[in-house]
């Protein structure tokens, strides 16, 4: 008889798949907030990534979430190309300052493809962090790293305004700009894989519809995003977590057709969390979307409660459903209200579920 148990990564896999899991899992996709919750700084943990790993497990332990987070995220790969990543003391790195800034003709891309990824001050640091990561998880808990997407590699390296006006006056630079980000971003996945990493997840807020339009996006943005996945799922056993930053109800379709496993929304349009998972769930998996500021931040553990088991009851019918915040949880959010959202699943995401309220929920304080 075999030994094993049924456990998250089990959990996350009947979600991404055709199977309905046992319950509900919970994904927090953050690594900030237990930084802080465990008492430390981002600069500590930038010093000695020992303390990064103490305040992942340690918190994956009390509050019983199904997946965790890497260190790591956007910039990376455009720090080993030149781009100076900056960090703050007790922020998690998104920016950088641009590290290429000839015109476009004098750029040399066969020498920017030479470059090893691994060159750069972090991802060595982050590849190692995923292998004692990967030690003191086990196999059971899936492990999520973050990568990034090609355009905002891309407008990090290059400085997302001057990019953003190449995208309307030099198409075949950014072309070729937005292909090199996705041979360097894959190399990275690779790795991050072999070091013990279970998902890569990624956004593009610079590829949403307040940042370019649908036209730029089809033609600038889509193929590249489907190419990485694409290659990621022939070359590897990961899965994909693509978290829709902003508003992207113009071009969810073509989002989804890219082939990510999981979709954490944002905003799509006018629908909500059961229209979503509707219309989309035989494709892939969705995860989300509590607000991260209005309701897990600053509401009360009981409002926090409620909104996500009118979630769960919209969204979880057809064994599709992640739940989750619509963002990154934020650093300061309550123990409290994030202990809530997991009993909820714990509790009321049980299959076959049982209906305990109403679903007119997405107009309701709670989640918009």
Known sequence: MSSHKYGPWDRTLDVIGTGVPDRIPVFTYSCHFQIRWAG???????????????????ALDYFGYDEVTNLGGPGMI????????????????TMTTAGLTE?????????????DVTHGAHIPMVLEVTEKLREGLGPRVPLIAAISSPFREACLLRGSERLLVELIKDRSFVLDLSSLMTDKIYEYAKLAVDAGADILGFTDPFASSSMISLRHFREMVYPFEKELIERIHDNTQAKVLFHTCGEWGDRFDLAVDAGADIYHVDGVGDMDLGEITKSYGNKTAIMGRL???????????????????????????????ILGGNCSLAPDTPAANLKAMIEAAHEKGVYPLKETMNRGYERTLYLE
């Open 40 to 58: 430390f700084t981002f600069g500590e943990i930038m010093k000695d990534t020992e303390k990064f790993i103490e305040a992942q497990l340690k």
């Open 78 to 93: 455009a720090e080993s190309l030149g781009a100076e990543l900056i960090v703050p003391e007790d922020e998690s790195p």
């Open 103 to 115: 015109t476009p003709n004098q750029v040399d891309f066969e020498t920017l493809r030479s470059v």
């Open 291 to 321: 607000t991260t500021t209005k309701l897990l931040l600053n509401a009360r553990p009981d409002e926090v409660r409620k909104a996500a088991e009118i979630s769960i009851n919209a969204a979880g019918p057809g064994g599709n459903y």
